[in-house]
């Protein structure tokens, strides 16, 4: 074979790093922004955050730190950031009881809510029970062993038997009816509930718990040890029938069934509560809606003037490095105020668009899709979905992430057309209002979107339905 040299001309694209680190700050949230820069903050020593306003408060207006020398007290470079700125269940269980309870309402209490015990873990508040327990040496040793197997929930993960077969590996001549008497005891600590192998014994043990002469205690027992499947379905007659009970009964059993709790265990431990915050604020001014950028949000940034100056000072002497660290903190300060500079103008194009939602709320969201966006501020839709992503809004109608104001259209009777959004408005205001004893079934829902003008085929009001948590007509009745 004959070797040969040729010349080949093509196209390709090639980002430079600075429009990489552009791309990556773009797509990170306001959290993740301020984990990444603090990072970069320790790794360049030319990079710093502005802090005049701090160090004039501490030590008076022209005042230097203490320990500042004089070079260090000279102007800074240029650069810095200084802009003005939320859903069906057809079963009842454990993982969606609180889906279910929230959907049964007519007017019965309904309105359970989670609590959270910070400090101590779940296991942590039963051990300290146990460690002053008057149980011995060996029982101690069981119940510990049954803790350790609770999830998050103070369910059992493990069937008990599975439970003494690995038990017996470590303890002599252990017998099955030592860890059935463990789990007694584990069952009769605080929280009640704790322990329980299914959703059916955790509330028969609060139920238990409860005074003999409770209204509707005995009922609501034996509902829950052998029909929470017929509660679910709702199924009105054949609980009465199996139970031998009457309307009224029926319903405070089930009242007092709601007012339990199906997770006993997840109030304990440490708050895992996330905050997001607001990239943007809008506000009606002088009749028009405006976006701003939240000031506290934005980091800002200069280039260190001491060690700027040293660079000058000895460019010829090989300060390589440091000429790199130059160079990559003013693309850092320059891609981040680009950053919030396209936040802001995409935030602004959306309240342009979305004014209607702004003055009547959801039922007047209109459709958009990102190329809309792209078009306005001339940006392509990748970016625009990067820039939409875990940023959020803050308005007068609440926080909203900036791809809540996207969605598909459907089309109305008129040729126009109407937003997903705004749908599911009109579905979640149809099902408020509707008569509890006749709930309207997904045709029936269509229908009267119909009459509004809306042509939506059933199917797609059920997605919608399913969509807002909504459970299906038969599980909305009224007992």
């Given at each position: ?296 949000a934005m980091p800002k940034l200069r280039v260190n003037r001491v060690y700027a100056d040293i660079l000058s000072r000895h460019r010829e002497s090989g300060g390589s490095q440091l000429a790199s660290q130059l160079q990559e903190a003013r693309w850092l300060i320059k891609n981040v105020q680009q950053r919030f500079d396209t936040i802001l103008r995409v935030s602004q194009a959306i309240v342009d668009r979305q004014k209607q939602f702004f003055e ?120």
């Amino acid at each position: 074979m004959k070797h040969s040299l040729q010349l080949k001309l093509g196209q390709h694209l090639t980002l430079t790093p600075q429009l990489q680190q552009s791309i990556r700050l773009l797509q990170l949230s306001t959290l993740e922004l301020n984990q990444e820069l603090e990072q970069m903050l320790q790794d360049n020593p030319l990079l710093e955050r502005e802090e005049e306003e701090e160090d004039e408060a501490a030590h008076g207006p022209g005042e230097p730190p203490a320990g500042m020398g004089e070079a260090e007290t000279q102007g800074t470079e240029a650069a810095s950031l200084e802009h003005a700125g939320p859903e069906p269940v057809t079963a009842l269980d454990d993982s969606d009881w609180n889906d279910y309870g929230a959907a049964g309402g007519d007017d019965e209490d309904n309105d359970y809510t989670q609590g959270s015990i910070s400090g101590a873990t779940l296991r942590e508040h039963l051990l300290n029970q146990l460690i002053v327990s008057p149980l011995t040496l060996r029982d101690r040793t069981l119940v510990a062993a049954l803790i350790d197997d609770l999830d998050d929930a103070g369910f059992l993960t493990q069937p008990l038997e599975d439970i003494t077969a690995s038990l017996q590996a470590e303890l002599e001549e252990l017998e099955p009816e030592e860890v059935e008497t463990a789990l007694k005891h584990l069952q009769n600590m605080d929280p009640t509930g704790v322990g329980a192998r299914n959703l059916a014994e955790c509330l028969s043990l609060q139920l238990r718990a409860l005074p003999e002469d409770t209204p509707a205690r005995d009922a609501a027992m034996r509902l829950t040890a052998h029909y929470l499947d017929l509660l679910a379905a709702r199924d009105v007659g054949k609980l009465k029938k199996m139970l031998g009970i009457n309307d009224a009964t029926l319903r405070a059993a089930r009242a007092l069934i709601l007012s339990l709790n199906p997770r006993p265990g997840a109030a304990f431990g440490a708050d895992d509560t996330h905050y997001v915050i607001p990239d943007v604020y809008v506000r009606k001014v002088k009749g028009m809606w405006i976006a701003s950028l939240n000031a506290d949000a934005m980091p800002k940034l200069r280039v260190n003037r001491v060690y700027a100056d040293i660079l000058s000072r000895h460019r010829e002497s090989g300060g390589s490095q440091l000429a790199s660290q130059l160079q990559e903190a003013r693309w850092l300060i320059k891609n981040v105020q680009q950053r919030f500079d396209t936040i802001l103008r995409v935030s602004q194009a959306i309240v342009d668009r979305q004014k209607q939602f702004f003055e009547h709320g959801e039922v007047a969201m209109r459709p958009l899709v990102l190329r809309e966006i792209a078009d306005a501020v001339d940006l392509h839709e990748s970016t625009i979905s990067r820039v939409t992503t875990q940023k959020y809004m803050m308005t007068p109608r609440g926080l909203y992430e900036l791809k809540y104001f996207f969605g598909s259209h459907v089309s109305t009777d008129s040729g126009g057309a109407c937003s997903s959004t705004a749908i599911r408005a009109l579905i979640k205001q149809l099902v408020a209002a509707e008569n509890v004893k006749k709930p309207l079934s997904d045709g029936q829902l269509a229908e009267v979107l119909g009459q509004q003008g809306i042509v939506v085929a059933r199917r797609t009001v059920a997605k919608y339905r399913e969509s807002l948590q909504i459970p299906p007509a038969n599980m909305r009745r009224a007992l």
